[in-house]
């Protein structure tokens, strides 16, 4: 068998595989903890928690959990921004045996009765800044028995004042709320179950159990979950150790958010794994970004291109300590080539483009560290295949010409969660091997570097976040002034594209409804980054014969605009 040209940039020491524990994620942390119980691990807006601190709250709650009659295989709905909370109830729930369900912090309660609908969940961790919205969606899902409500103030230095956060932390943080309302689920603190102190039974799980359930939308409208094993997640993780060279004395800047395959795998599950400390934002802001990286020596930051162009749009960088970085990546949009160049110019940094999806628990490519390009996928991962095919005959083609990717490699998920329909969709036989299908067409070059040259998939791309237009329709049809409507993209000057909807209206409501308070609804029924930036009211929709949308022919109409703008 002849050596796959990508062989040739293969990042040097780096395995071509790599054999993964066949145990759980809890482990990871419990080791940490054994080893090195009093050494800080998680740093968080002036706070220290040392791993010791951290495994003995994750088994107290898991044996509250236990109590509360969380069983092994049971799902947990876990709502929240990045913080320590989020940290240990991960690790909690795992050590109890459970599923991980890590929900969007910005879904409001219209998209959350999806989520306990769907997995059947009973359980249900979340802040108290955005509980009242899972509370909300009980009213509709009664299935619920046990939320559990923490506050985001508890992982705060007690007499902190926040003067060098931005306004809206200073006024969201430090906030205590009243427990919600959650229909006939008893509603919990974090804290007095913390005080309990119960040692959880810990049940034994192997890598091939079930213990992540992220959510990925798709041409449905109807969000699917990923079923990942402890072994898939372990595996990205692992590898992201070797192939971003993480060392036990780095520290790793995760502010990429956490319920997300890319912040979970990549920032925490490696940077735990790779025995390195973690320094966790709740969200993204720039100058405290800037001021972290500087502070603790950080050497990893796992991010999306958007981050990396805000931080690089001030004056103010000469104010900042930024030489500590040794690996600055990540994916989910292009980098564009000035704002690379400049990164390069000014702190010597080249910025590590990768490319993977909720299905591969993130990387399925990567671009080595000694030879990345921009714009670029990269080659496939550590023990990843991948071909480019015809997405109709699903031939591989030759080198240059676009097809779609498809992939295969230990990282792949298990399938949907109960939707065996999607899940035979999503994979192809070719040549007697199971391969899944990106949904991405790409090309690869000579030298084994792929690049995304279009989408099969109907799919908006706003700052990394994917924005399907079906879901999206699916929501704006709650509105009762709303008859139809067709989403499309539209460029965005920051955020790469946003999604704006053409939307008819009811008869009776034609000249009552503005675009103005359709976004408003939207932002009270929707997470913030899929409500439409601009909304259009139309008289039709275009259609085929048969009554079909022709979205495409919207979506061409709207290019053309803004071409001759």
């Known amino acids: 068998m002849s050596t796959p040209p990508h062989h040739r940039h293969w990042p040097p020491g780096v395995p071509f595989t ?67 909370q989020f940290v240990v109830a991960f690790h909690a729930v795992l050590a109890a045996g459970g599923v991980v369900v890590p929900v969007n912090p910005m879904n409001k309660a219209d998209e959350l009765e999806h989520y306990l609908r769907d997995t059947g969940a009973r359980h249900a961790i979340a802040s108290s800044d955005i509980a009242a919205e899972l509370g909300r969606a009980t009213a509709a899902c009664p299935g619920l028995a046990h939320l559990v409500v923490f506050d985001l103030a508890d992982a705060l230095p007690t007499h902190t004042t926040g003067d060098d956060w931005p306004a809206t932390w200073r006024a969201w943080l430090p906030q205590r709320h009243p427990l919600p309302a959650a229909g006939a689920a008893a509603v919990h603190v974090w804290s007095a179950l913390l005080a309990r102190a119960i040692e959880p039974a810990l049940v034994p799980r192997r890598g091939d159990d079930l213990a992540l359930l992220p959510y990925t939308s798709g041409t449905t409208g109807h969000a699917k979950g990923c079923m990942h094993t402890h072994a898939t997640l372990l595996h990205n993780a692992l590898g992201s150790v070797r192939w971003q060279d993480m060392r036990p004395c780095d520290t790793h800047l995760i502010v990429a958010p956490m319920f997300h395959i890319t912040g979970l795998v990549v920032g925490l599950l490696a940077g735990l794994h790779s025995g390195g400390r973690l320094v966790v934002l709740p969200r993204w802001d720039r100058r405290v970004a800037a001021r972290a990286i500087g502070e603790h020596r950080v050497t990893h930051w796992a991010n999306i291109p958007t981050m990396v162009i805000d931080l690089l749009s001030g004056d103010d960088l000469d104010q900042y300590q930024l030489g500590s970085l040794r690996y600055i990546g990540g994916g989910g949009a292009s980098m564009p080539d000035a704002v690379g160049e400049r990164l390069q110019a000014q702190f010597g940094l080249r910025y590590v483009e990768g490319y993977g999806l909720t299905e591969t628990a993130a990387p399925t490519h990567c671009n080595p560290m000694h030879a990345p390009r921009l714009r670029c996928l990269g080659i496939p991962f550590i023990g990843t295949s991948a071909l480019v095919v015809d997405p109709d005959t699903l031939a591989p083609l030759p080198d240059g010409q676009a097809g779609e990717i498809v992939v295969r490699g230990p990282q792949l998920f298990k399938g949907y969660w109960a939707n065996e329909r999607a899940t035979a969709a999503a994979f192809v036989e070719i040549d007697g091997q199971r391969w899944f299908r990106t949904g991405d067409l790409g090309t690869r070059d000579a030298d084994g570097y792929y690049t995304i040259a279009d989408r099969l998939k109907r799919m908006i791309n706003a700052s990394g976040f994917k924005v399907w237009p079906a879901e999206v329709e699916s929501l704006l049809l709650r509105h009762p002034a709303i008859k139809e409507a067709c989403v499309i993209a539209m460029r965005d000057a920051y955020r790469g594209e946003s999604p704006k909807a053409l939307v008819v209206l009811h008869d009776a409501q034609r000249g009552r409804v503005t675009p103005e308070a359709i976004v408003a609804w939207a932002r009270e029924h929707m997470a913030a980054y899929k409500v439409p930036r601009e909304v259009a009211l139309v008289d039709e929709l275009p259609r085929t014969a048969s009554g079909k949308v022709l979205w495409r022919r919207a979506q061409a109409a709207q290019d053309a605009l803004e071409v001759s703008r």
């Open 18 to 84: 790599i054999e993964v524990p066949d145990e759980s994620l809890w482990d990871g942390l419990a080791r940490r903890a054994t080893a090195t119980p009093d050494e800080p691990g998680l740093f968080f807006l002036g706070s220290a928690f040392t791993w010791g601190a951290l495994a003995r709250d994750a088994r107290h709650l898991a044996g509250a959990l236990q109590r509360l009659g969380l069983g092994a295989g049971d799902r947990v709905l876990l709502f929240s921004q990045n913080c320590p």
